[in-house]
């Protein structure tokens, strides 16, 4: 009994800390959803007459193409190129804690800085990469943040660029994990790599991959430094997505209501997928 | 026997630092420390100002010089917090729904309007300083002066002239004299040669705020207007498919990069040496000079062309308001007060390399518009001189319109074709009812 009172009275501060920053936070923004809050203005409650505006508001579905494109991409783009770096990793014996260490980098450097880096590597008038493209005769160089499909291109590649490590090194946890015996199994039955990779390495990483997809599209469906850094949503909103939205719209435009409803608007969405992809992840545990 | 010597040594010492006297002691010393800087902060008040980073690197450390120097001689402490534009806004509008922040905030343009409720009137500060050095000019007054209430102090406004680079002009047998005639039929005829000759000009068609400085002259001096002082919608007329026409036919022969510009795109546009032409206060020649680069000596100011009904250059217009829940409300107004006086406004407009325009006629006749001839277009000015979505009431409507971008939005549909003229009108016009709707009387 006393063991279960400490318990709770150790859990408790943690649970205060939940309640006071998120859970407090999240239903206060369920509340200012359903209302026509303002900056510095009491609100009322208007039920989801926000949600009706923004589900005919032109600007909003093409942030909703734009979200659903830029996390598809970017978590696609992640998976492939950070499970082939898991592989290669796997391989490399020596120099392999300082590879491992300096393939973190991108991830561990703070993202405005690095996008800030990539802004002027991408600047319409001082572009490295563009002068990189004249000096070779490749042209007069690329419209990286002035023309939508390429600003868009842009954006996701720095998002692959920042995510991918993580995607690597998480892999690679799961890669070394597998045991070895299975490999020899199957290569005894006569598995070459294709069957191996396909009936061995990728039931078994599974769980891992489940985790790790289900993260990257959370983070991936709410990022916001890359695209206020880099593109501030434009050129024509071709690159916002529904955090940058709602950050213009609720405070620069003083519109709390409408920004609350604009970052809830993929909650139920993100909630459904949470639970198949971690039902995914059960049915490879249950296979491991 | 020893090892009981030694216990019995131990224990006297440590019984020096028993656990209640640790205590004691770290209870003591945080309590005095506590009191001390309590009592300090209780005897020098703190006045905080959250302003932009101003473009003319030179003003910024001047304003906190003399901020320090106010702050010593009331033996205050004061603050000055620089932001870029585009984060001033949030930044605002959190310190009003938190009711929490700074003592003194820059009301850029409509931001008076926008927060008049949380502000408090200035009308003692304001109207002593037009009897003293006024009277305030037109575009203070509109913005400031709201329900017959000084919600804020007009502080300077800078506005966005024609920058041009003198040699590429002269390359297509312009003067500068020239180029000051010039309206906007004339300034589309050159832009092809000047395109041709690898120097494009830059009306800058792109989702910023520049965006307003370079597109509101075109549909103002066509008669298009998007809001009327009433608060109504008019922004679908043949006027304005007039301006969206030009902006359309100029396109071309423009750099497409400035699609993802932002504000210092035209900057450093100029700066590079590519552009021969664009919208911009003088900060772009003032930097150039500020450097030492050679490019600086080539850079000049000339008037914004003029169309049917006139010639207008957009201004945008940097006041100080104080929140209603400041606590050092004497202190900030003496402070705002202290800025004003003649003395030290002469040491800011010095420090700004003039790009600094008062609302003050007697600010007005500085001198350093006459002595630096690079300026003697920028002050007095030769053409109307507006806010961005004048003559739009000054409500919260307003600054909102401009913080979403809308007119410049409009423009770069059209030039981009990813709307016709008339689809473009329709969605400006959407966006400013839905945003007007709730401020109609």
């Known amino acids: 009994m006393r063991d279960q009172r400490t318990g709770y009275l150790m859990v408790a501060p943690a649970l205060i800390a939940l309640a006071v920053l998120i859970a407090y936070p999240f239903l206060l923004s369920i509340y200012f959803s359903l209302s026509d809050k303002r900056v510095g203005l009491p609100g009322h409650f208007i039920g989801l007459e926000n949600f009706e505006a923004l589900s005919q508001d032109s600007v909003f579905q093409q942030t909703l193409f734009n979200t659903g494109l830029y996390t598809v991409v970017s978590v696609a783009c992640k998976l492939v190129l950070g499970l082939t770096l898991a592989l290669l990793l796997e391989k490399v014996v020596r120099g392999q804690r300082l590879l491992r260490g300096i393939i973190l980098l991108p991830w561990v450097i703070p993202a405005s800085l690095s996008t800030l880096a990539w802004r002027w590597m991408f600047d319409p008038s001082y572009s490295v990469l563009n002068w990189c493209l004249r000096v070779v005769g490749l042209g007069p160089g690329v419209p990286w943040l002035s023309d939508p499909w390429w600003a868009r291109a842009t954006v996701i590649s720095v998002n692959v660029w920042r995510g991918l490590p993580f995607f690597a090194i998480c892999l690679l946890a799961g890669l070394v994990s597998i045991p070895k015996e299975f490999y020899e199994a199957a290569r005894v039955d006569g598995a070459g790599p294709r069957a191996r990779f396909w009936y061995v390495t990728l039931p078994l990483l599974r769980p891992i991959l489940g985790i790790v997809l289900l993260y990257s599209v959370i983070m991936t469906v709410s990022d916001f430094i890359i695209v206020h850094v880099l593109t501030r949503g434009g050129p024509l909103q071709s690159t916002h997505l529904f955090a940058t939205l709602a950050y213009r719209i609720g405070l620069a435009g003083t519109r709390l209501g409408m920004g609350a409803a604009i970052t809830l608007f993929l909650f139920p969405v993100l909630v459904v997928g949470a639970y198949v992809l971690l039902r995914i992840v059960r049915r490879g545990e249950e296979f491991a | ?441």
């Open chain 2, 1 to 441: 026997m020893e090892l009981q010597a030694l216990q019995r040594e131990w224990r006297s010492i440590s019984g020096l630092w028993s656990r209640r006297r640790f205590l004691q002691a770290i209870g003591a010393a945080g309590s005095s420390t506590f009191l001390a800087r309590g009592t300090a902060w209780a005897q020098a008040p703190e006045v905080t100002l959250l302003t932009w980073s101003h473009f003319v690197p030179t003003y910024n450390p001047e304003l906190q010089k003399l901020v320090a120097e106010w702050a010593s001689s009331r033996k205050a402490n004061a603050r000055v917090d620089f932001l870029s534009l585009p984060d001033l806004m949030p930044k605002l509008a959190g310190e009003a729904e938190a009711k929490r922040g700074h003592d003194i905030i820059l009301g850029y343009n409509f931001v008076p309007a926008l927060y008049k409720e949380n502000l408090l009137d200035l009308d003692d500060v304001a109207e002593d300083l037009g009897k003293r050095y006024g009277p305030w000019s037109e575009i203070g007054k509109y913005l400031c002066n709201l329900d017959g209430h000084w919600k804020a102090v007009p502080w300077y406004h800078q506005s966005l002239i024609a920058n041009i680079n003198v040699d590429y002009w002269k390359a297509i047998g312009m003067s500068v004299e020239d180029v000051q005639k010039l309206n906007w039929d004339g300034l589309l005829q050159k832009a092809k040669d000047l395109q041709k000759s690898g120097h494009p000009v830059a009306l800058v068609t792109a989702e910023t705020f520049d965006g307003f400085g370079s597109l509101c002259p075109v549909l103002w001096s066509m008669g298009g207007k998007a809001v009327d002082p009433k608060g109504n919608v008019v922004i679908k007329s043949s006027e304005t498919k007039a301006a969206l026409e030009y902006a359309k036919e100029l396109f071309p022969y423009m750099t497409r990069d400035m699609l993802g510009w932002d504000d210092s795109g035209n900057n450093k546009y100029m700066l590079s040496g590519v552009g021969s032409w664009t919208p911009n206060p003088p900060s772009i020649w003032l930097v150039s000079r500020l450097q030492k680069l050679p490019i600086a000596d080539k850079f000049d100011h000339v008037p914004m062309p003029s169309g049917p009904q006139g010639a207008y250059r957009v201004g945008d217009s940097n006041s100080l308001a104080i929140w209603k829940f400041s606590r050092n409300i004497d202190l900030a107004k003496d402070l705002i007060k202290f800025l004003m006086d003649k003395p030290n406004y002469d040491r800011q407009i010095a420090a700004a390399g003039g790009y600094n325009q008062s609302s003050l006629r007697q600010f007005q006749s500085n001198p350093i518009w006459k002595t630096e001839r690079q300026l003697r277009y920028y002050e007095p000015p030769v053409e109307e001189i507006r806010a961005p979505m004048w003559p739009a009431p000054p409500n919260p409507g307003s600054q909102i319109a401009y913080n979403l971008l809308i007119v410049p939005l409009m423009f770069v549909k059209v030039v981009t074709n990813e709307m016709s003229i008339p689809d473009a009108m329709t969605w400006a016009e959407k966006q400013l009812q839905r945003i007007y709707a709730p401020y109609r009387s």
